[in-house]
């Protein structure tokens, strides 16, 4: 399995007014700036299991983690997901 490259998930400007979505194997991800009012901002990544969309899957399935929104944040992300991708595709091929 391609392991994600913080490179991968494109610079932080691009989250000032867009968000962000890719795949690791088994595992489909949705990341966003979020900010609450008077809170510092957050990168919050939203990730659940292929193959469908955010739409078509139960919000029961999918699971939400947040970083820092900082260079820093983003490379503690991209390990996160790495992770977690890794923790899907064991679950993935144990169910098979």
Known sequence: MKKLLRKDLL????YEKSRFTGSIG???YI???SQKE???PL???TYFP???????TPDEKKETHT?????QGFLDMTDFLNTE???FNEESFEQL
């Open 67 to 71: 970083e820092a929104y900082s260079e």
């Open 31 to 33: 990341l966003e700036k």
């Open 38 to 40: 008077g809170e510092a």
């Open 50 to 56: 292929g193959p469908f969309s955010s739409e078509n």
């Open 26 to 28: 088994q595992m489909n």
């Open 43 to 45: 990168l919050l990544a």
């Open 85 to 87: 991708a890794e923790r």
């Open 11 to 14: 610079s932080m400007g691009f």
